[in-house]
């Protein structure tokens, strides 16, 4: 069967395609030579289930993406009041890589910046700059669900390019602020932003993170959900440098970028989304990406204000009635999560019945992408001998005024006893079918 969700997020992809706008990051001479037009997009629904599109599974180094992993991973082992005293949590409205720090603490504002990712990094309790690498790349591989390695070419690149980090570094060492020898430490940030990731592995992360901590693909809880609620604040509100403000009012989910062309984004309870695209715009964020997830937001209503309303929404219940009919009960906010779970769970169990009702008589509210997959439920169903039939009383799927009205009923009976008609009256050849 066509899979309804691969085909709208196929579609985004198509969209953004043509756009060429934005500079490799040429700053660290190796990311000057990838391939600029590559383009991946992946999404991990709560369950595990990953759509992928274009260049999803082409790898590339996290970067900055793996800011707030290492944050989330340091308040894990240390604690946030211990974590407070080094790293901030307010907005900078500066660069990613500026050289600076609270006028009053001296510490670094935030942990998405270069200042604040390099403190956190000096508190991974650990022996050695090794041991402390590891500990970061088996955290960042269980959030993924796969063994991460370093791109050592990379890794050597920023390493030589690497002044202005080293400045900040030494500053903070001034300050007192970090826990380590400042070139020690920065090594293990190098090697930790030369990771090597895919928009697969992004989605993955940020599905770990949606679920409060608990990969949703091993079933391991790699992180309390308590450091996640702080992490996802923070990325809310700074993962995009000083372009956060924009990103929350337009995109509405907390995310991270990297130079590498990487964007991870979480809607918490629901979904995480991987995009990778190298193009990168003035703020250092990829600009097909920052498209992407802005088109995603706003066609599938996945801004975070509406996560209360879509996390009352679920699949009631699932039941078969008798002669190949089943029953799909829903019920709360249908947005797009909880459309997605509902025609995947359909689709998958397609052969297990011949007549599908689904009963939307307890929906409470509809947005237009959840309105899409439904439609084109029913048609799919079609293609491969199968019926739907929609319960809709009061027109929220097909409007009451709507032409088509006379494909809804009006109670579950109605659309069970027309399912019954529909069986009894097929050609032989379906029936055989």
């Known amino acids: 069967m066509t899979d309804l969700v691969q085909n709208y ?193 992004l989605a993955r992360m940020g599905a770990t993170l949606a679920r409060t901590g608990l990969n949703p693909m091993t079933g391991r809880r790699v992180i309390d959900p308590a450091v996640v609620r702080r992490t996802l604040s923070v990325m809310l509100t700074c993962g995009m440098y000083d372009a956060a403000g924009d990103w929350v009012s337009a995109v509405g989910m907390p995310a991270k970028s990297g130079v590498g062309g990487g964007i991870v984004a979480v809607l918490p309870g629901q979904l995480g989304i991987g995009v990778y695209s190298p193009r990168l715009g003035p703020k250092g964020n990829s600009v097909r990406g920052v498209r992407v997830c802005r088109s995603l937001s706003a066609q599938l209503g996945l801004h975070f204000l509406n996560v209360t309303r879509e996390s009352r929404s679920t699949l009631r219940s699932v039941s078969d009635v008798g002669d190949g009919v089943r029953v799909y009960e829903v019920h709360g906010d249908l947005l797009f999560a909880g459309a997605e779970q509902v025609t995947r769970t359909a689709q998958r169990q397609h052969e297990e019945y011949t007549a599908a009702v689904f009963d939307v008589s307890r929906v409470d509210d509809i947005n237009d992408a959840a309105r899409t997959l439904l439609a084109g439920l029913a048609a799919t169903l079609q293609t491969v ?46 029936v055989d079918d």
């Not at 383009?39 to 993406?65: H, N, P």
């Not at 974590?83 to 949590?89: F, K, L, P």
């Not at 603490?105 to 700059?129: D, H, V, Y």
């Open 9 to 201: 997020l196929d579609r985004i992809l198509a969209e953004h395609e043509p756009i060429t706008e934005g500079v490799l990051a040429d700053y660290i001479p190796e990311l000057a030579a990838v391939d600029p037009t590559g383009f991946g997009l992946a999404l991990s629904s709560s369950d595990g289930y990953v759509y992928r599109c274009g260049d999803a599974d082409t790898e590339f180094t996290i970067q900055s993406v793996s800011k707030p992993f290492t944050y989330a991973l340091a308040l894990q082992k240390i604690g946030a009041p211990a974590v407070d005293a080094r790293i901030g949590v307010e907005p900078t409205g500066e660069a990613f890589n500026e050289i600076s720090v609270d006028d009053e603490t001296k510490a670094p504002k935030n942990p998405m910046i270069n200042a604040g990712a390099i403190t956190a990094i000096s508190l991974i309790p650990a022996a050695t700059p090794d041991a402390r690498f590891a500990l970061i790349r088996d955290f960042f591989s269980a959030c993924a669900g796969r063994p991460l390695e370093v791109d050592e070419a990379v890794y050597e690149s920023e390493r030589t390019a690497g002044s202005r980090n080293r400045a900040i570094a030494y500053m903070l060492d001034s300050f007192g602020v970090l826990d380590g020898d400042p070139d020690e430490v920065l090594d293990v940030y190098y090697r930790q932003c030369a990771l090597k990731v895919t928009s697969t592995d």
């Open 385 to 430: 001998g199968k019926h739907g039939f929609l319960v809709d009383p009061d027109g929220i799927v097909v409007p009451l005024d709507s032409p088509h009205r006379a494909a809804a009923y009006e109670t579950v009976a109605d659309a069970v006893a027309a399912a019954h008609t529909w069986l009894s009256t097929r050609p032989a050849a379906a």
